[in-house]
């Protein structure tokens, strides 16, 4: 299978337990993201790396959340001190972005995982 | 900003029905355009996309035209099946900055037999 990888599928953690999620991209992908879904939702930007290097976080992305990609390869995102509201499902994605002499009309379109949903009790 | 606006569901039709789903967007520049799918309990799939005015896009019997005059993209289906039941995503990615995927607050389809 080469499409992107999460795991584990499913977590139940109690409040107050540190939990982390694992993203495997697609392998010659060179952006990575993470979202954050919620019952009812679209999927909300969390963070993206370029390679290795966190280029943006959304607001939404409290102290508690930590993401790290560190060889540009796979990343992991960590809940710390996890909240009932932090329950939703976490999305990651990976996309192929050229180089920007050769961005004619890049087609941008993330591949996106099967997702980690995490409940909190 | 970037943002996406999709109509309301759920839709409820039945089988063999004509299906349009309505997707307007606000962005600058020239964003790619994009329609995802999400089964019960998975991820997201790509349906189709299209990546510049009057493209269109098209995937098992689904399309969608990119209008910049009226900034929509919306998903049309001339024959729904029960197997088409799902939770249907407008988005965009801006052609600069980060090429973040911006989604709509989904469409839920719902096909009786």
């Known amino acids: 299978d080469t499409g992107v990888s999460q795991n584990p599928r499913h977590k139940i953690t109690k409040r107050g337990q540190n939990v982390t999620f694992r993203c495997d991209p697609i392998s010659e992908h060179n952006r990575l993201y993470w979202y954050r879904q919620t019952l009812g939702q679209g999927p909300e930007f969390l963070t993206y790396f370029q390679n290795e290097a966190q280029l943006e976080k959304s607001r939404l992305l409290s102290d508690r959340f930590s993401a790290e990609r560190p060889k540009g390869s796979f990343s992991t995102l960590e809940i710390q001190r996890t909240e009932q509201g932090d329950s939703a499902m976490y999305l990651c994605a990976s996309s192929l972005i050229p180089p920007l002499r050769d961005r004619g009309r890049p087609g941008t379109e993330a591949f996106f995982g099967q997702g980690t949903r995490l409940t909190v009790v | 900003g970037n943002s996406v606006t999709q109509m309301e569901g759920p839709v409820t039709l039945s089988e063999e029905a004509f299906l349009t789903i309505n997707c307007t967007y606000t962005a600058t520049g020239y964003p790619s355009l994009f329609w995802y799918v999400q089964y019960p309990g998975e991820g997201l799939q790509l349906l189709l996309k299209?990546?510049?005015?009057?493209d269109k896009g098209s995937n098992k019997g689904f399309e969608a035209t990119y209008r910049k005059e009226t900034t929509s993209f919306h998903l049309e289906k001339g024959s729904v099946q029960v197997s088409d039941s799902a939770v249907y995503f407008c988005a965009l990615t801006p052609d600069t900055g980060g090429f973040k995927t911006i989604f709509g607050a989904g469409t839920r389809l719902f096909v009786k037999a």
């Open positions: 299209a990546t510049k005015a009057d």
